[in-house]
Nanobody, 113 residues
Framework: QVQLVESGGGLVRAGGSLTLSCAAP????????VSWYRQAPGKQREWIAH???????AYAGAVRGRFTGSIDGAKNTLYLQINSLKPEDTGIYYC???????WGQGTQVTVSS
């Protein structure tokens, strides 16, 4: 099993940006593909992005064009750049390995209007 550690959340105003980090205990190549999810208050957790180990990405429609995933192999860390934040982006953001991944604590993102 692999548990990744999320960080980088915070309180930002609508229209602002954040970069979330997802730290892995070993190389991203050995972990494989990683997905980002978020859980808004009172809602179920939803998938928002997939980062393939080769750096390719896929996004849910609600975030496509505003969210960008990336990998820093040297740091064993994945990132999720979030631009043009909206109040509806508020929630807890998680990253999880596609194979053998377990849920971490997540990182809270709060967007004020």
């Amino acid at each position: 099993q692999v548990q990744l550690v999320e960080s980088g959340g915070g309180l930002v105003r609508a229209g602002g940006s954040l970069t979330l980090s997802c730290a892995a205990p070993r190389s991203i190549m050995s972990i494989g593909n990683v997905s980002w999810y978020r859980q808004a208050p009172g809602k179920q957790r939803e998938w928002i992005a997939h980062i393939f180990s080769d750096g390719n990405t896929a996004y849910a429609g609600a975030v496509r064009g505003r969210f960008t995933g990336s990998i820093d192999g040297a740091k064993n860390t994945l990132y999720l750049q979030i631009n043009s934040l909206k109040p509806e982006d508020t929630g807890i953001y998680y990253c999880k390995a596609a194979v053998g991944g377990t849920w971490g604590q997540g990182t809270q993102v709060t967007v004020s209007s």
